[in-house]
């Protein structure tokens, strides 16, 4: 039976027989959603690389405690893989987010494209990037990620062509590449970076900018995917190319 994984700020220095508190939002949907009970094994982590696991020892109204029975930390997930996603119309934001989650990527950056049918501004921005991040946090939490990924602030072009410049290799998706997948050559450390366009494309300029960054423009096959699940399948095949999925 796979077990419940909650997560908690940090489980720096915890050792078996210790006891971890679990508190606030995250214990309430345990204890009073999904009636959680003594005697319960569960799975804490700090989506830093150290999970727990143990028996639930009390619950409370905001709050149960776990004693400790075995303490496992995993390494990082090498090569990192981060997804520039421009932002999508809808809830479709959330689904990309969710399923970039659960395929193991480090880190997503939300992307203000030019063609971008949604628009983050003020209030709604903030809203916007703190469904993002729940829905990661959750997301991370369902597939048993011991390691969460990071949802970056909104970026803006420029940012994101210093984002490649930086990266081990960086791929732009565009349904006009000349280039294949299997032609991108993954070095054997660097990190990957993978561009998503807006479900309007990408303009000349941004196209240029990317490429004058270092970005190789490639594109998937014959089918034009939507923006929310490009990233899934582009993400699929570069990671059966390295040894996370060997």
């Given at each position: 039976m796979t077990l419940p994984v909650h997560l908690v700020p940090t489980l720096a220095g915890v050792a078996a027989g210790d006891r971890v508190g679990v508190e606030g939002d995250e214990a309430h949907h345990a204890v009073a959603v999904r009636r959680l009970r003594v005697g319960e094994r569960v799975v804490l982590t700090?989506?830093?690389?150290t999970a727990v696991t143990g028996a639930v020892a009390e619950t409370g109204k905001r709050l149960f405690t776990v004693a400790v029975e075995l303490v496992e930390y995993a390494d990082p997930p090498t090569p990192?893989?981060?997804?520039?996603?421009?932002?999508?119309?809808?809830e479709r934001g959330e689904l990309a987010v969710e399923v970039l989650t659960e395929i193991?990527?480090?880190?997503?950056?939300?992307?203000?494209?030019?063609r971008s049918v949604a628009v983050w501004k003020g209030e709604r921005a903030e809203k916007s990037l703190a469904?993002?991040?729940?829905?990661?946090?959750?997301?991370?939490?369902?597939?048993?990620?011991?390691?969460f990924p990071e949802v970056a602030p909104l970026a803006t072009t420029a940012e994101v062509a210093a984002l490649i410049a930086e990266a081990g290799v960086a791929v732009v998706l565009h349904e006009e590449g000349d280039a294949r997948l299997a032609d991108v050559v993954l070095p054997p450390e660097g990190d990957l970076l993978l561009v998503v366009g807006p479900e309007g494309g990408l303009s000349e300029d941004e196209l240029a900018t990317f490429e004058a960054a270092g970005a190789v423009t490639i594109r998937l096959g014959a089918e034009v995917l939507r923006t929310s699940t490009a990233g899934l399948a582009a993400v699929s095949a570069?990671?059966?190319?390295?040894?996370?999925w060997a």
């Open positions: 700090d989506g830093r690389g990192a893989v981060a997804v520039v996603q421009a932002l999508p119309k809808g193991g990527v480090t880190r997503i950056v939300p992307w203000a494209a030019s469904k993002w991040r729940a829905t990661a946090r959750e997301a991370a939490k369902q597939a048993r990620r011991s390691w570069l990671l059966s190319r390295t040894a996370r």
